[in-house]
């Protein structure tokens, strides 16, 4: 299944770790679950020496452990938890880490926009059996948090704050009381969750404005915050983390150089800087210069030098994703980048070297391609 799927859901990527995890682990569980808190804790953080372990579990996400164990903390009650942060600081990944270590299901998921409906966290009907047989439980489609509430099991809403405020209050009552009520059917019109059901929700602390969530949703969930991660140390763990499994996933044999990953590195924090600093928003990039970002111009300088290079990563290919990646706006965002290229990139390369002069030079050409 692995092997065919573009992106396996994490509880089939760490299938054999999981199953060797629930062997091994005489802890405590809440309800149903797979794992006990501890162990869900380690799958996600990996293990340390003093676990004692006959093998080692890598870290699968990278953070403060206190948010990780306030989040099973949250699970193991009756509240939902709301993941909260700006884009590209993990928190989609890490509710599908505490999802599939808890529940081995990361798939119940109901993706937030302007279009979700009510149909889309209850349940909604297939037509042509009402048609033939009329309205009952096996005309009637239910929703991915449905499914979640009869299981017994996580189930995930991304974007919360993307679904308008109708959708949003139909969450009220699943939160509190627990059970979807059925009016168009006379018998069997209650589903009521079995325990170990609860809702993990993310929402786009940038997105604050576009439907904020009542007083009533904000008091059923627990808010964890995610902070973007600035310290370099962790943020590089990140970036070779996420670059490892792409190479693998496209069986791409290509060293990552430690001076190319310093470079990205120095080049979002000096970006982040700038932004801070800004006094307007025509002053910043539209990007986020999130991790996320990051890795994604790390990819596309990868499989450039993959398909049209030869096969070895270039500064020049990597300043070329870089600011084909992040000028989004013309030209708002390219003044901004050549600014910092002739601010910032251009006194580095006469000060440190290395990579940087070949990194300034790819960075000028792609700028003058796009202006």
């Not at 990996?46 to 006959?54: K, N, V």
């Amino acid at each position: 299944m692995t092997d065919t799927a573009l992106r396996a859901p994490a509880e089939l990527k760490y299938a054999e770790e999981l199953d060797w995890l629930e062997s091994i682990d005489d802890g405590p569980k809440p309800f149903a679950w797979r794992l006990s808190p501890k162990m869900v804790r380690l799958f996600i953080l990996g293990s340390e020496r003093s676990d004692g372990l006959d093998r080692q579990i890598d870290q699968k996400w990278f953070g403060d452990r206190s948010f990780v164990e306030r989040s099973i903390v949250t699970l193991a009650s009756d509240r939902g938890l709301l993941l909260i942060g700006d884009p590209g600081t993990g928190k989609s990944w890490l509710a599908e880490l505490l999802s599939a270590a808890i529940s081995r299901n990361s798939t119940l998921v109901v993706q937030g926009t302007a279009g979700t409906t009510e149909d889309h966290i209850k349940y909604s009907w297939n037509i042509s059996m009402v048609i033939a047989k009329g309205q009952s439980r096996e005309s009637m489609i239910p929703s991915p948090i449905m499914t979640a509430m009869e299981q017994g099991v996580i189930g995930r809403f991304e974007e919360l704050t993307r679904s308008t405020s109708d959708v949003q209050d139909a969450l009220i009552s699943i939160l509190s009381e627990k059970y979807v009520s059925i009016p168009e059917l006379d018998d069997d019109n209650v589903v009521f969750a079995k325990p170990g059901f609860s809702i993990i929700a993310t929402a786009n602390s940038r997105d604050r404005g576009v439907n904020d969530l009542s007083s009533a949703l904000k008091r059923r969930f627990n808010f964890v915050r995610i902070p973007v991660v600035t310290n370099k140390r962790s943020e590089a763990e990140i970036v070779r983390f996420r670059t490892a499994e792409l190479l693998r996933r496209h069986q791409i044999e290509l060293e990552l150089p430690p001076t190319l990953l310093d470079i990205l590195l120095d080049s979002f924090a000096d970006l982040r800087s700038a932004a801070a600093a800004a006094t307007s928003d025509d002053e910043k990039l539209e990007s986020a210069l999130s991790t996320a970002e990051q890795i994604g111009v790390l990819e596309d300088a990868i499989l450039h030098s993959q398909f049209f290079g030869d096969r070895t990563l270039r500064a020049e290919t990597l300043a070329g994703s870089l600011v084909g990646s992040l000028a989004r706006r013309a030209p708002e965002d390219l003044a901004i980048l050549n600014k910092f290229w002739h601010g910032v990139v251009e006194p580095r390369s006469k000060d440190a070297g290395g990579d940087w002069p070949e990194f300034l030079e790819g960075g000028r050409a792609a700028i003058a391609r796009l202006s």
